[in-house]
């Protein structure tokens, strides 16, 4: 496993600083905006600033970056930011396709003989039971791979470390985002 | 129990890190707790509306310890992964240690061995056990300093019943300590206080390996080859194929348990479970995220565009999940959206659908402090659809459980929690009537 460069403190600053950039360009950019497009706004910065702070290193802020980029809009926001090239194209899928399609024919053929020789030694009972078990992971696998960002076309041990990486950072994102709004809420409130 | 030791050698040498997790499942099962701790956390801060968001995001366990306490003396701390690349070199030491013990004299050693480690394990996780349940976000455990020493264990478990909620952030740092000053020893721990435990854990490490490990192996008398990386069973084939099947295997594993310390409640063993709570909470977070952005942004008027805008949103991107959602939260989103629908023409309709329905618009703090008066359990608020709009009017719906007085409060007061002045303030009196 890989070892990860130390955290918190120092991720929400970096965090919350490309955040308020993000959203003072906006600002700049469109002045008058209403609620649901300064909601946008917010989010969009956010969601820019958390994945920037992976620098590209990790599928899903790639993914995630591609995608908001994706608007045109959004894209001369997204450039205005990040002058610094970390906006970085995905990869060509094509490898990946050519690599996924081998293992996955070898996968086949043993899935075949593992579970003949399975069955003549345990059973058909448990393998029936461990099949079910599979579909189940199967089917949830499918769903984290929604919803993680470029989550699409990875196998299960790349999967897994993206959607821990994933987690800090929506956590990191999260709890930067509270602190600045009940800080907000506080200061309105004191006035 | 020859079989036994060799499964936990393996097991050990395999990851470390499964040992955290059996050892926590063992506490849990020593505790007779359901996991799912049904602990609601009525807190008195401005940010209240988060709490009500999480309750009425579905499912079908109520344990939504997720409840993230926003008291401001949190500290920083260092998120688990870092202790996961600690995790690493001390496995590493401690596989190599095992490997010469194992070469030199055989189990015996080898054994003893792991029990340092299992007494290390055992004593945090003890520390630990009571307050059961975990929460996700950050607790106030946070303050205990990394370089606790064995000595300073006390230190630990008063540690643990400070926090409302030890996360699981807690139960790593606690193990964290515990692996630091278990490497920085030799086993001259109270080993009266954790043999039982040790023992325990082994008796529940085998069933709990043995299901990620499900390469079928007998695991009866293997023979140790300590030059591999991964050793031959007997009654098994030793081919490529299945090495590296059971390698990949095990990283999944590995990545698992690394999984297990971010996500709250995660105590469970097997795959698609784990799955199902990781699942869970990315939701969680995303929608967290959806929230905080258009919170604090302005008056009741503007807010319901932004409600509808966001269950609209939540339904297209929901487009392809089908069971994961259960019937209550499906009844609770169709409700939402119509309300969403009503609240931009006019509130006054959207105030009578929602009286059609038994349910009622109140601010979070009042809810909040409703929910802790009367309501013992945590269903009928499992069963509240809170959707909250900044300073604004909450939608809750309370069914009453036994003992709440199934008052519906019909208060709309957009302007006393936030004092914002906003657009519309249509102060209603309270009203009470019984379902």
């Given at each position: 496993m890989k070892a990860r460069t130390g955290y918190s403190t120092s991720l929400k600053q970096e965090f919350l600083k490309k955040w308020i950039k993000g959203i003072r360009i906006y600002s700049n950019f469109k002045k008058d905006m209403n609620i649901l497009e300064r909601k946008k706004a917010i989010k969009l910065s956010a969601d820019l600033a958390i994945a920037s702070t992976r620098n590209a290193s990790t599928r899903w802020s790639r993914t995630l970056t591609a995608n908001i980029s994706k608007n045109e809009t959004n894209k001369i926001f997204v450039e205005q930011i990040f002058s610094d090239s970390e906006v970085i194209k995905k990869e060509a899928p094509s490898r990946l396709m050519a690599r996924s399609n081998r293992i996955a024919s070898k996968k086949i053929w043993r899935r075949s003989h593992i579970t003949q020789i399975k069955a003549r030694k345990m059973g058909p009972y448990a393998v029936k039971a461990r099949s079910i078990a599979k579909k189940l992971v199967k089917n949830r696998t499918k769903v984290l791979k929604s919803l993680v960002p470029g989550g699409e076309n990875m196998d299960g041990i790349s999967l897994i470390k993206e959607t821990l990486d994933y987690i800090v950072s929506l956590r990191v994102q999260v709890d930067v985002m509270r602190r600045l709004a009940s800080a907000a809420e506080n200061s309105t409130r004191s006035l | 129990m020859q079989p036994g030791g060799r499964e936990l050698e393996a097991m050990n040498i395999n990851s470390l890190l499964n040992q955290e997790q059996s050892l926590q499942e063992m506490n849990n099962h020593q505790n007779g707790q359901p996991q799912m701790s049904s602990h609601f956390d009525p807190t008195s801060s401005h940010d209240d509306f988060l709490d009500q968001m999480m309750s009425s995001i579905p499912s079908s366990n109520s344990s939504f310890n997720w409840d993230v306490s926003s008291d401001a003396a949190r500290a920083d701390h260092a998120l688990p992964s870092t202790l996961l690349s600690q995790f690493d070199d001390q496995s590493a030491q401690l596989i190599s240690k095992l490997r010469q013990h194992q070469i030199s004299s055989g189990a015996a050693k080898v054994l003893m061995l792991q029990q340092q480690l299992l007494l290390s394990r055992g004593l945090t996780g003890n520390g630990l056990r009571t307050p059961s349940g975990a929460s996700g976000g950050e607790s106030g455990l946070l303050q205990i300093p990394l370089n606790l020493t064995n000595g300073d264990h006390a230190d630990v478990v008063d540690g643990s019943f400070q926090s409302t909620n030890p996360a699981d952030d807690a139960s790593v740092q606690g193990l964290f300590n515990g692996f630091t000053g278990t490497l920085g020893q030799t086993a001259n721990q109270s080993q009266h206080f954790h043999h039982p435990q040790a023992q325990n854990f082994g008796a529940s490490a085998v069933p709990g390996m043995n299901q990620p490990a499900a390469s079928g192996s007998t695991g009866g008398g293997t023979p140790a080859?300590?030059?591999?990386?991964v050793r031959a069973r007997r009654g098994q084939a030793t081919d490529p194929h299945s090495i590296a099947e059971r390698l990949r295997r095990e990283r999944i594993a590995e990545r698992m348990k690394a999984l297990q310390e971010l996500v709250p409640n995660a105590n469970k063993t097997d795959k698609a479970s784990m799955l199902d709570e990781i699942i869970d909470y990315v939701k969680f977070l995303q929608l967290q995220v959806k929230v905080l952005s258009m919170s604090?942004?302005?008056?009741a008027t503007a807010v319901a565009p932004l409600v509808a805008d966001m269950s609209s949103e939540r339904r297209s991107s929901n487009?392809?999940?089908?069971?994961?959602?259960s019937n209550n939260n499906e009844t609770m989103t169709v409700t939402e959206n119509q309300v969403a629908k009503l609240m931009e023409e006019d509130m006054g309709t959207a105030m009578q659908y929602l009286q059609g329905k038994g349910l009622c618009l109140m601010p979070i703090s009042l809810a909040t402090a409703i929910s802790a008066a009367t309501?013992?359990?945590?269903n009928p608020l499992a069963a509240t659809n809170n959707l909250n709009t900044s300073n604004n009017p909450l939608i809750s719906g309370e069914h009453g459980g036994p003992t709440s007085p199934s008052m519906s409060v019909l208060t709309v007061q957009s302007a006393a929690i936030g004092g914002n002045g906003a657009g519309e303030a249509s102060v209603k009196d309270a009203t009470s009537f019984s379902k």
């Amino acid at each position: 496993m890989k070892a990860r460069t130390g955290y918190s403190t120092s991720l929400k600053q970096e965090f919350l600083k490309k955040w308020i950039k993000g959203i003072r360009i906006y600002s700049n950019f469109k002045k008058d905006m209403n609620i649901l497009e300064r909601k946008k706004a917010i989010k969009l910065s956010a969601d820019l600033a958390i994945a920037s702070t992976r620098n590209a290193s990790t599928r899903w802020s790639r993914t995630l970056t591609a995608n908001i980029s994706k608007n045109e809009t959004n894209k001369i926001f997204v450039e205005q930011i990040f002058s610094d090239s970390e906006v970085i194209k995905k990869e060509a899928p094509s490898r990946l396709m050519a690599r996924s399609n081998r293992i996955a024919s070898k996968k086949i053929w043993r899935r075949s003989h593992i579970t003949q020789i399975k069955a003549r030694k345990m059973g058909p009972y448990a393998v029936k039971a461990r099949s079910i078990a599979k579909k189940l992971v199967k089917n949830r696998t499918k769903v984290l791979k929604s919803l993680v960002p470029g989550g699409e076309n990875m196998d299960g041990i790349s999967l897994i470390k993206e959607t821990l990486d994933y987690i800090v950072s929506l956590r990191v994102q999260v709890d930067v985002m509270r602190r600045l709004a009940s800080a907000a809420e506080n200061s309105t409130r004191s006035l | 129990m020859q079989p036994g030791g060799r499964e936990l050698e393996a097991m050990n040498i395999n990851s470390l890190l499964n040992q955290e997790q059996s050892l926590q499942e063992m506490n849990n099962h020593q505790n007779g707790q359901p996991q799912m701790s049904s602990h609601f956390d009525p807190t008195s801060s401005h940010d209240d509306f988060l709490d009500q968001m999480m309750s009425s995001i579905p499912s079908s366990n109520s344990s939504f310890n997720w409840d993230v306490s926003s008291d401001a003396a949190r500290a920083d701390h260092a998120l688990p992964s870092t202790l996961l690349s600690q995790f690493d070199d001390q496995s590493a030491q401690l596989i190599s240690k095992l490997r010469q013990h194992q070469i030199s004299s055989g189990a015996a050693k080898v054994l003893m061995l792991q029990q340092q480690l299992l007494l290390s394990r055992g004593l945090t996780g003890n520390g630990l056990r009571t307050p059961s349940g975990a929460s996700g976000g950050e607790s106030g455990l946070l303050q205990i300093p990394l370089n606790l020493t064995n000595g300073d264990h006390a230190d630990v478990v008063d540690g643990s019943f400070q926090s409302t909620n030890p996360a699981d952030d807690a139960s790593v740092q606690g193990l964290f300590n515990g692996f630091t000053g278990t490497l920085g020893q030799t086993a001259n721990q109270s080993q009266h206080f954790h043999h039982p435990q040790a023992q325990n854990f082994g008796a529940s490490a085998v069933p709990g390996m043995n299901q990620p490990a499900a390469s079928g192996s007998t695991g009866g008398g293997t023979p140790a080859q300590p030059r591999q990386r991964v050793r031959a069973r007997r009654g098994q084939a030793t081919d490529p194929h299945s090495i590296a099947e059971r390698l990949r295997r095990e990283r999944i594993a590995e990545r698992m348990k690394a999984l297990q310390e971010l996500v709250p409640n995660a105590n469970k063993t097997d795959k698609a479970s784990m799955l199902d709570e990781i699942i869970d909470y990315v939701k969680f977070l995303q929608l967290q995220v959806k929230v905080l952005s258009m919170s604090r942004l302005g008056g009741a008027t503007a807010v319901a565009p932004l409600v509808a805008d966001m269950s609209s949103e939540r339904r297209s991107s929901n487009g392809t999940q089908t069971a994961s959602s259960s019937n209550n939260n499906e009844t609770m989103t169709v409700t939402e959206n119509q309300v969403a629908k009503l609240m931009e023409e006019d509130m006054g309709t959207a105030m009578q659908y929602l009286q059609g329905k038994g349910l009622c618009l109140m601010p979070i703090s009042l809810a909040t402090a409703i929910s802790a008066a009367t309501c013992h359990s945590r269903n009928p608020l499992a069963a509240t659809n809170n959707l909250n709009t900044s300073n604004n009017p909450l939608i809750s719906g309370e069914h009453g459980g036994p003992t709440s007085p199934s008052m519906s409060v019909l208060t709309v007061q957009s302007a006393a929690i936030g004092g914002n002045g906003a657009g519309e303030a249509s102060v209603k009196d309270a009203t009470s009537f019984s379902k």
